[in-house]
C-alpha cells in the first residue's frame, strides 16, 4: 500500500519512488524506493555518489523522466500530474547548465521570462544577483563554465520560486563565486525559500544546510537535520601524533599486532577502533613510546558520506562508479521517515 | 499565447534562421536578375531583324538544295552519284513556311509562358530552406539542452512541442507569403520591361495563384517534416541525414536499379515527379518501351497521370506520419 502524504509543511515529499532502466545488458534500477521529505525554509542537501539515482530522482519530480512507481508531491500537489500547476513555483536546474550558446545571457533569459509569464523586469534582477549584469550582452557560448553555471542559477531564479532545486550549483565556479553562491543561498532561505541543493562539496553542504538526504544504489541511506545525521555516524577513532624523530612504522606495526585498524598520514596515524584510547597510550609507553597528540576524530560529513555509501577509496583498489554500498530496504516507506 | 511568443522570438533571433533566409533570398534575387538580363522585349524591330533573318536563312538553304541539285545531275552515271538518291528531284526546295521568323527572335519573358516555372522555383528553395530551418530549430534545441530547459518551465510536451511547429510554420507562411508576392511582383515588372504580360487574363492569374498555394503547401511540410525528423532523432543532423539517406538509396539507388530492371514508369518512385506533379498539377510518365496501338495514331506509349490531387495525398500522408510520430515520441520518451 502506498504511503499518505503528510499534511505537514513538507514542500517537496518522495516515498517510494521507483526507475528501472532495461537495455541489452539487463536491468538496472536506478531509483529503488527511495524516499525523501524537504520542510519549508530549509536549506537541503542532496548527497550521493556518482550514478546514485539524484539526477534521475531530479527529473523525475521535474516531469523529465516518468518513475516506474511510488508518489511525489510538490508544495503539496502530487507531480507529475500538477506540475503544470506547481511548475510557476519551482525553479531548477538539473545537472550541468545547457543552454543555447548563439543567444545573450539577456536573450536566454528574456525567452524563458517570455515562457514562463514572468515579468521582463526580472530579467536584469537575477542578472545583478549572479553577478553577470556586466556580461548579459555577451553570447553564452563565451561564457565560462562558472559563468554558465551562475546564469543557470540565474534562470531558475527568474520565476521568484517557492522552491530552488540546483543540481551542482557550485560545480565550476571559483573560490569566490563559491562562498557567493552559499551566501545566496543562505540569504534566498531567510527570505522563505526553500532550496534543494544537490553537492559533491560536503564541506560546503555542511556549511550551508540544514538537512541533508543521502542516496546510494537508488535508495535512502540517511536523513535528518546534518547535526543528527553526524551525531548517528559518531566514529571512535582516533588521531595520533608520535614524539618528533619516533620511529612511526614501528608503532603503527605494534598496533596493528594488538588488533588496531591503522591508516597512515603523513604525519601522524588514526586509529579506527579505539573503543579505549587508553590502550593505545598503554602499548606504545610499553616499548618507550611517548605520544605527542592524542585526540579523537570528529565525524564530518565527508566521512559519515563515504562510511555510509560505502564509497570510501580502498588502497590498491579501483573503485568503479556503482560501486556503493547497497542501503537496506526501509522496513517501511513513508512520507518524511 | 507567452509561449507562442516566445517561440516565435526565439525561432527569428536564430543566427541559423536568418542565415539561411537571408541565403534564399539571395539566391532567389539572383534568379529574378539573371531573368531580367538573358530576356528583352519583342518589338517591330525584332520582329522585322527575326524575319530577315528567317528569309536570309531560306534563301541560303534554297541555293544549297539547289546547288546539291546541280551536282546530283551531274554527277549521273559517275562513281559519285551514290552520294545522291536516285531520283533528284528528291532533294526538294525549302518552303519560306519552314523558317519561322520565331526562332529568331530574341528571349522574351511571356509572363503567363514563363512564370510557373519561377513559381516552382521560388517553392523548391524555399521548400529547402524551410526544411533545414525547422530541423535545425527543434534540432539545436534538443542538442544544446535548451528543450530540456524549456520544459523545466512549461512541463507540458504536446503544448510546448506544439507551439514550436506552430510558430515555425506560421513564421514560415508569412515568409512565403511575402516573397510570392514579392516575386510576383518583380516577374510583373521584368515581364514589362524584358516581355509581355498581355496575354494574362483573371483566369490566369487566378491560376498563378492557386500554384503559389500549392507552393505554400509545399514549403510547410517540408518544414514540418525536417521538425518532425529533428524532433525525433533530437538532433539536427537526424532530419539531414534522412534527407540524404533519402537522396542517395531511394532517388539515385533505386532509380539506377528501376532502370536497370526496365520497371514501368520508373520515374514514379522519384520525388521530384511528385513535387512537380504538385505543382504543376499533374504530370504524365510515359513507358518509351510499350505500345498502347490505336487505329488513329499507331503506336503510343503507355501513360500514367500523377495528379496534384495525388501528390498532396502522399504529402499529407508524409507530414501525419512523421509529426504524430515526433509528437508521440515526445510523450513518451525520458528527457535526458
Known amino acids: 500500500m502506498l504511503p499518505k502524504v503528510s499534511p505537514v509543511t513538507a514542500v517537496l515529499e518522495i516515498a517510494g519512488l521507483q526507475k528501472t532502466y532495461r537495455s541489452r545488458k539487463g536491468v538496472r534500477k536506478a531509483l529503488d524506493g527511495f524516499d525523501m521529505y524537504v520542510e519549508a525554509g530549509q536549506v537541503h542537501g542532496f548527497l550521493g555518489p556518482n550514478g546514485s539515482g539524484k539526477t534521475t530522482t531530479l527529473r523525475t519530480l521535474l516531469g523529465l523522466i516518468k518513475p516506474h512507481g511510488g508518489r511525489m508531491a510538490i508544495l503539496g500537489q502530487e507531480v507529475p500530474h500538477h506540475l503544470p500547476t506547481v511548475a510557476g513555483q519551482v525553479g531548477a536546474i538539473v545537472e550541468s547548465p545547457q543552454f543555447f550558446g548563439n ?21 536584469a534582477e537575477v542578472l545583478e544577483l549572479v553577478g553577470l549584469r556586466d556580461r548579459a550582452k555577451d553570447r553564452v557560448k563565451t561564457y565560462s563554465l562558472g559563468m554558465k553555471q551562475r546564469l543557470a542559477v540565474a534562470s531558475a531564479l527568474l520565476k521568484d520560486p517557492k522552491l530552488l532545486i540546483l543540481d551542482e550549483p557550485a560545480n565550476g565556479l571559483d573560490p569566490g563565486g563559491i562562498r557567493e553562491m552559499r551566501t545566496l ?37 540517511a536523513a535528518g537535520s546534518v547535526a543528527d545525521v553526524l551525531a548517528t555516524h559518531t566514529s571512535s577513532a582516533v588521531k595520533v601524533r608520535l614524539e618528533p624523530g619516533v620511529d612511526m612504522g614501528a608503532a603503527v606495526a605494534l598496533l596493528r599486532a594488538n588488533g588496531a585498524q591503522v591508516a597512515v598520514e603523513h604525519d601522524h596515524f588514526t586509529v579506527a ?18 605520544l605527542a597528540e592524542l585526540a579523537p576524530v570528529a565525524a564530518d560529513l565527508e566521512s559519515v558520506f563515504l562510511e555510509l555509501t560505502g564509497t570510501a577509496p580502498v588502497e590498491g583498489q579501483h573503485r568503479q562508479v556503482d560501486e556503493t554500498a547497497m542501503a537496506p530496504a526501509p522496513a517501511q516507506g513513508g512520507w518524511g521517515q | 499565447m507567452s509561449l507562442y511568443k516566445a517561440e516565435t522570438r526565439r525561432l527569428v533571433k536564430r543566427r541559423f534562421t536568418r542565415l539561411f533566409v537571408a541565403g534564399a533570398l539571395v539566391v532567389l534575387a539572383a534568379v529574378a536578375v539573371g531573368m531580367f538580363f538573358t530576356n528583352q522585349k519583342v518589338g517591330p524591330d525584332q520582329i522585322a531583324r527575326a524575319q530577315a533573318q528567317a528569309q536570309a536563312e531560306f534563301e541560303e538553304v534554297s541555293k544549297q ?29 525549302p518552303q519560306p513556311s519552314d523558317f519561322n521568323p520565331k526562332w529568331h527572335l530574341p528571349a522574351t519573358f511571356d509572363f503567363r509562358e514563363k512564370f510557373p516555372d519561377m513559381v516552382t522555383t521560388l517553392a523548391a528553395l524555399l521548400a529547402l530552406a524551410a526544411f533545414v530551418i525547422g530541423a535545425s530549430y527543434v534540432g539545436a534545441e534538443w542538442n ?21 511547429l506552430a510558430a515555425l510554420l506560421v513564421g514560415l507562411t508569412a515568409l512565403t507569403v511575402v516573397t510570392a508576392a514579392v516575386w510576383t511582383a518583380v516577374f510583373r515588372l521584368i515581364a514589362g520591361l524584358r516581355g509581355s504580360a498581355e496575354s494574362m487574363t483573371s483566369g490566369a492569374w487566378q491560376s498563378i495563384g492557386l500554384m503559389e498555394l500549392r507552393a505554400l503547401g509545399l514549403i510547410l511540410v517540408a518544414g514540418a517534416v525536417g521538425f518532425g525528423l529533428a524532433s525525433l532523432g533530437r538532433h539536427t543532423a537526424m532530419a539531414l541525414g534522412v534527407v540524404i539517406g533519402v537522396i542517395v538509396v531511394f532517388q539515385f539507388g533505386l532509380g539506377s536499379v528501376l532502370a536497370l530492371a526496365d520497371v514501368k514508369f520508373a520515374e514514379a518512385y522519384l520525388v521530384p515527379v511528385w513535387v512537380i506533379a504538385w505543382m504543376s498539377k499533374s504530370i504524365k510518365i510515359e513507358d518509351y518501351n510499350s505500345c498502347d496501338f490505336s487505329a488513329v495514331s499507331g503506336c503510343q506509349p503507355e501513360s500514367i497521370t500523377i495528379t496534384w490531387q495525388m501528390a498532396g495525398g502522399v504529402m499529407a500522408v508524409v507530414f501525419l506520419l512523421v509529426v504524430t510520430a515526433a509528437m508521440w515520441t515526445m510523450r513518451k520518451r525520458d528527457i535526458t
Not at chain 2, 544544446?144 to 514550436?164: D, E, Y
Request: charged share 20%; hydrophobic share 40%; glycine share 8%.
Open chain 2, 65 to 93: 538544295v539547289a546547288q546539291e541539285r546541280k551536282d546530283c545531275e551531274a554527277a549521273k552515271g559517275t562513281p559519285s552519284a551514290s552520294r545522291f538518291p536516285p531520283n533528284c528531284d528528291e532533294l526538294q526546295a
Open chain 2, 144 to 164: 544544446s539542452g535548451g528543450m530540456m530547459n524549456l520544459l523545466l518551465w512549461r512541463p507540458q510536451r504536446l503544448r510546448v512541442l506544439g507551439t514550436k
Open chain 1, 103 to 123: 543567444f545573450t545571457a539577456n536573450d536566454t533569459l528574456s525567452l524563458l521570462a517570455d515562457a514562463g509569464d514572468v515579468d521582463q523586469s526580472r530579467v
Open chain 1, 273 to 290: 577502533n579505539a573503543g579505549n584510547p587508553a590502550q593505545i597510550t598503554r602499548i606504545l609507553a610499553e616499548r618507550e613510546i611517548y
Open chain 1, 185 to 221: 543561498m543562505r540569504n534566498l532561505a531567510e527570505s522563505g525559500m526553500t532550496v534543494v541543493l544537490s553537492s559533491h562539496i560536503l564541506g560546503e553542504i555542511q556549511l550551508i544546510c540544514d538537512s541533508v538526504t543521502i542516496i546510494s544504489a537508488g535508495r535512502r541511506v
